[in-house]
């Protein structure tokens, strides 16, 4: 059983679509059962946010995953269609049609569990299986959706659930590279990655692969293929760290340009200070990324943390709540920031990739904002205006010349 995933672009308009089902009949041609995942139509998902965003600055967000959910229902149906007019038997499921049960966390919820008994049936008939990704349903019904990109979620997922002998990703690029391709022209394709590299990857920015779809690969080894929907080549396999990946200092550069930097200026520093802030923000499932506290002589601190930028109008009107009680002297947000992150589990056993890549910024007068490491990775906040810049020198000297300057 082989579970395909085909991202918004490999979907973007009916010719495409068409495309796809081809590739899918081969596959089912082939002697596999095939379930298959769509995203929405490449745009429609910012296009159903923007509509939400005319009525309502921070949308209800029931109503808004009743919303986003429904661009994914479009696919399944067109491709669906179009496989049946191929001759392929072929069935659309949206996720509650399948039970894609999730939390109640809307806008980022978690799938908990999959009943697969439809889908066997269905495959059992001889199917094709087409399901919505990106979304499920709560315990109380209620529609979901698991956060941008994460209709690779669903499709690792429903792999796992499914025991499916492998999970194909297809995108608009040919695999996992050294860094975003669209950035850096001297990006290579790796032809294999660890799960691990990958998870930091992926938390770092590098979309390809949503991060929880790579959490998810890694906790039930699920064999994961990123590949082009057009070229029909080989890609990038998700796999155990191996020996020889060591020998790398740095297996990749990632981008993020989606966080927003908060700043609380001037807080009293006492015990319980940074639970008071944080409190609140966790409770309204924000997730915050890199934070930095640093104490002046004259007893305040300046606290400064980055969160999504989807979430930071949110997240500025719990923290202005919260302000007058710790006696910021005032809060500030910047969205005009960029992360980026050099990764590889070289670095375990190497040092100095730290310095090597402040003095590279150093070098082009790249001021670094936010700075955050942890055992493969180490990431820094700078002006989003010099991010793909910081992206190509950095790949240069840590990739291209692994560090030899
Ligand atoms: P899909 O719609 O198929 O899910 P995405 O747009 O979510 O596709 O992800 C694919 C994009 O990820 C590529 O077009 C590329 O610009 C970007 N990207 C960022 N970093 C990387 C990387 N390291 N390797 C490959 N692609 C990357
Ligand atoms: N359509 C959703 C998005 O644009 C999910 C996905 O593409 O994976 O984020
Ligand atoms: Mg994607």
């Given amino acids: 059983m082989l579970v395909q995933k085909y991202g918004g672009t490999s979907v973007a308009t009916i010719e495409r679509i068409k495309q796809v089902a081809a590739k899918v009949c081969a596959a089912k041609r082939a002697g596999n059962d095939v379930v298959v995942v769509v995203s929405a139509m490449a745009g429609e998902t910012n296009r159903l946010i923007a509509l939400a965003n005319q009525i309502s600055e921070i949308p209800d967000e029931r109503e808004k995953d009743v919303l986003l959910a429904s661009g994914e229902q479009v696919s399944v149906a067109l491709l669906s269609l179009a496989l049946k007019e191929l001759g392929q038997p072929a069935r659309s499921y949206l996720g509650h049609q399948v039970r894609i049960e999730t939390d109640n966390a809307y806008g980022k919820a978690h799938i908990r569990n999959i009943d697969s008994r439809k889908v066997v049936e269905s495959l059992n008939k001889g199917e094709v299986v087409v399901v919505a990704g990106f979304q499920g349903v709560d315990e109380d019904d209620n529609i979901t959706t698991l956060g941008r990109g994460g209709s690779d979620t669903s499709a690792v997922a429903l792999a796992a659930f499914l ?22 022209p001297n990006a290579r394709k790796l032809a294999r990655i660890s799960y691990d590299e990958m998870i930091e990857m992926a938390s770092t920015g590098a979309k390809v692969l949503e991060i929880r779809s790579v959490v998810f690969a890694k906790k039930y080894s699920v064999p994961v293929h990123v590949r082009s929907t057009f070229s029909g080549l080989e890609g990038t396999w998700l796999v155990d760290e191996e020996a020889s990946m ?160």
């Fill in 246 to 405: 060591n020998d790398l200092l740095v297996s990749g550069v990632a981008c993020d340009k989606n966080e927003a930097k908060i700043t609380l200026q001037r807080v009293p520093d006492r015990p319980g200070l940074a639970a008071q802030i944080f409190g609140p923000i966790a409770e309204a499932h924000i997730v915050v990324d890199m934070i930095i506290q640093n104490a002046s002589e004259d007893g305040t601190t300046d606290l400064t943390f980055t969160v999504p930028k989807a979430d930071h109008k949110k997240a500025l009107a719990i923290v202005e709540k919260t302000a007058p009680a710790v006696e910021a002297k005032g809060v500030k947000v910047d969205t005009d920031i960029a992360k980026i992150s050099v990764v590889g589990v070289g670095m375990r056993t190497h040092a100095g990739v730290a310095a090597k890549m402040f003095e590279v910024l150093a070098r082009e007068g790249i001021n670094i904002e936010m700075i955050s490491t942890s055992e493969i990775k180490i990431s820094v906040v700078i002006e989003a205006k010099h991010a793909d810049l910081a992206v190509r020198v950095l790949h240069d000297v840590f990739v291209e010349k692994q560090g030899n300057v």
């Fill in 163 to 184: 025991n499916a002998a492998a999970c194909e990703i297809y995108t608009d690029v040919e695999g996992v590279f050294t860094t975003d391709p669209g950035i850096c």
